[in-house]
């Protein structure tokens, strides 16, 4: 069991991993750096504000000062990945685009998997008061994914998702001559029926037959009960063409735009905190039972306490005290091991 929390600048945690033999065993890394929004934050407490951490990079070029920071650490990160791992980095419209670029040098452009579209944290849309605005409210944080190597895969990421059944109709535009054959008296002359001549016909032969002996229960049902495995054709009075019955789904596979899950949480008095939900998807989706997790700006230790859940492995780094002090108050329960690096 690896489970590791450093209190101490990430470059020296990762350089200790790097000399203690981690080079290529990480499986997952997610982090969550700092934006560059130029704002201090804090841990609320019920004894006051406790500075966390400054994100305003301050001196003479705020920007050259954050990226020189953010490269020897991104740099380190692609040494301690494991050949099929993967990276996900949590920003926002500040900074997303340069580090897109400096990952495409360190990481490679054909690594770049997805940038993914995710929730903001609270904020209040105040464009209503103003007649004219300079530039439109924004809604959104962004997750740069990359893996190490071009080869990785991954298990489609799926979400559940109730979708009821429906009827959608049976001819495409894709213009295929050899799909195009007679069903119900009609042949198409353009485009294709979607699935075979053969496929079809049993499609039609068993909704005839549901209608002959079971009509009186719903067809959803009715395919329950036959195992989930039959597929129906139909074609209704006045309607052009033949129409397939689609069934329902609970799950449904990801695209790029995760809405539906929350991205921040608001639990820890850790201003930044981010939500158990996004690390859960992020963590079970792209990471197997096992895997070594690592979080390098853990801040309040939402990617920990998601890992230690999950089955996985995970080390997190935060330099700031008061991240520390949340982590390990949400990581009682779990065994791990505290490297204080000067
Ligand atoms: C946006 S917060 C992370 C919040 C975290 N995801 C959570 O759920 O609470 C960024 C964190 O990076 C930490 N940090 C910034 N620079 C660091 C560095 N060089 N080494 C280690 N931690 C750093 C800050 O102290 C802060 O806690």
Redesign the pocket.
Known sequence: MTNILFH????D?MSYLLHKGFENKIDLVYI????LTRDK?FLRTLGGPKL??DDRFSGKNPLKLYLD?MYP?LKNIWYLLSPSGSLFI?LDWHMVHYIKVVMDELFGYNNFRNEIIIKRGRRKNLMYQFEYLDRMHIANDSLLWYSKYELARFPLPMKENEIDSKWMGFWSNVDRPTMRYRLFGHVPERGQWKWSRSRAAEAVRNYKYYLNHYSDVPLEQYWLQTGKKLEFIRKRNGVKYAEYWIPPKNKTILDNVWLDVESY?YS?G?E???HEELLERIIGQFSYPKALVA?????????LVTAARLARNWIG????S??IQ??QKRLSNTNYELIRLA
């Open positions: 101490c600048d990430n470059s945690a969550d750096p700092p934006f934050y966390a951490f920071s650490r949590h949480r820890t850790y930044t905190e981010k979080d390098f700006f853990c801040g309040s230790g939402t990617t780094c935060d330099s700031s008061q991240a949340v982590a």
